[in-house]
């Protein structure tokens, strides 16, 4: 049974991730290269649940009891009883590879490793840990506390017990689990990042400005946002490395990143986070870049 979980990344997602396990009565670590940054997530979730106790959604003695359960560290050592690490770090295999090493140092024998990686094959990953069977991908969607949707990804060498207990935290977190194959992007990015891309390519080509583009793909295919709008929204960088993925993985030209998404992420207008991307985030309201 998975009664204490690690969050490793304070991102959007680590910060969502670590959101639901304690709302869900579990006990979570949480860890980033710095302590700041992990208590500025950790903030970032009172804020969130200071909003629930305004809407009556939650009291605010359940709102300490969730954040009772979220505990900063500042080490890997502290990883140690933990029944669950999920990584949650930039979309780069190095990266990745690094912080399983360290967590396998250190990590009980039956502690299972999660990925909650967007692209990158699961298998690989865990063909650098000493618990292969025991490493799962877990994939969220963003925003983490809202969507529904988690893929499970089975490495090629998952064993059918760490399968079940992944999914049945899963449910536990109330997401509901699909089943994804070990392929370049699983399926959500596989179907979703092309049609981003392609969005961008109209855009590079002329075809569309930014606004159109956006209000035609909402109004005429009932998209509750628009595909530059929700680039912005998940980072033009991982837009990027997803493609990047896709494009060497499945060495079809149709996956081939559009030289404008290059050259956004290369200036850093990376969308909602760095300020700019599509649109300008500067002022009260956001504004077409093209």
Not at 73 to 81: K, Q, S, T, V
Not at 194 to 203: D, F, H, K, S, W
Not at 224 to 234: K, N, Q, S, T
Request: glycine share 6%.
């Amino acid at each position: 049974m998975i009664e204490k979980i690690a969050v490793i990344g304070t991102g959007q997602m680590g910060t969502g991730i670590a959101h639901i396990c304690a709302m869900a009565g579990i006990e979570t670590l949480i860890l980033d290269v710095s302590r700041e940054r992990a208590e500025a997530a950790k903030q970032s979730i009172s804020v969130t649940l200071e909003k629930r106790v305004a809407r009556d959604k939650m009291t605010e003695t359940e709102r300490q009891a969730v954040l009772d359960r979220l505990t900063i560290i500042e080490d890997y050592p502290a990883l140690a009883d933990c029944d669950l690490v999920i990584e949650s770090v930039t979309e780069a295999v190095d990266a990745k590879r690094a912080i399983f090493d360290k967590v396998c140092a250190v990590l009980k024998p039956e502690g299972i490793l999660a990925t909650n990686t967007s692209s990158i094959s699961v298998t690989k990953l865990a063909a650098n840990t000493d618990r292969p069977g025991m490493f799962m991908g877990m994939h969220f969607m963003n925003p983490v506390p809202v969507m529904k949707l988690v893929e499970l990804i089975r490495g090629l060498a998952t064993d059918e017990e760490t399968y079940v207990q992944i999914r049945e935290l899963t449910l536990k977190l109330k997401k509901i689990p699909v089943n994804a194959e070990d392929f370049p992007a699983f399926i959500v990015n596989r179907v979703l990042l092309p049609m981003i891309n392609e969005a961008v390519y109209t855009l590079y080509e002329g075809v569309g400005s930014v606004e159109s583009i956006d209000s035609a793909m909402r109004l005429g295919a009932n998209h509750p946002m628009g595909p530059l709008e929700l680039a912005d929204f998940i980072g033009l960088d991982i837009c990027l490395a997803v493609m990047q993925v896709l494009y060497e993985g499945l060495a079809d030209t149709k996956y081939r990143p559009c030289p404008l998404l290059v050259k956004y992420v290369e200036a850093g207008w990376l969308g909602r986070k760095s300020g700019r991307g599509f649109y300008d985030y500067s002022g009260d309201e956001p504004v077409a870049t093209r």
